[in-house]
């Protein structure tokens, strides 16, 4: 959805700056969608030849290397605002923000093959550390927590009762 909206919103820039055709469409969204294959590809080789053993499936990389498309959105929508001063002040901050994200929970769905034993963030003592995830010998993402997993059994009616 954001890479959609990302060529999409590339191209309303093309068009304020007058610049725009139909064909740019095409263009940036076959551009766009070879550089991610190419970084999808780039990261699958890379954790194949630092013989990392990942959790991580093909369609989690992908779904990882959207989440630029974002901040690109942020970005060129600041710097139509902004002009160009704001556009790299976004993309930086953009930027930055990814990059946390990527490094804090990326390295948990990652665990070298030669390691003799568990490895955690944070070591055995980190009172993060849950005892599953001690005993299981690797590190994983936490498991998803479902958003209707907190109501109450039974049916729910909204609004007031009426009899």
Not at 44 to 65: D, I, K, M, P
Not at 119 to 133: D, E, I, K, V, Y
């Amino acid at each position: 959805m954001a890479f959609i909206t990302y060529v999409l919103l590339a191209g309303m820039a093309l068009g304020i700056q007058k610049r725009f055709s139909p064909e740019v469409l095409g263009l940036c969204a076959s551009t766009a969608l070879v550089w991610v294959m190419l970084e999808v590809l780039a990261l699958l080789l890379g954790v194949y030849l630092a013989a990392v053993r990942s959790e991580l499936s093909t369609f989690h990389l992908l779904a990882y290397s959207g989440y630029k498309y974002v901040g690109m959105i942020l970005s060129v929508l600041t710097g139509l605002l902004f002009g160009s001063d704001g556009y790299y002040v976004a993309l930086a901050w953009t930027s930055s923000a990814l990059m946390y994200f990527i490094l804090s929970f990326l390295p948990g769905a990652l665990s070298a093959d030669s390691s003799p034993g568990p490895r955690q963030h944070g070591g055995p003592s980190s009172p993060a550390a849950s005892p599953a995830l001690l005993d299981s010998g690797r590190c994983s993402l936490p498991a998803p927590h479902h958003i209707l997993a907190d109501l109450p059994p039974g049916p729910v009616t909204p609004g007031p009762h009426r009899h």
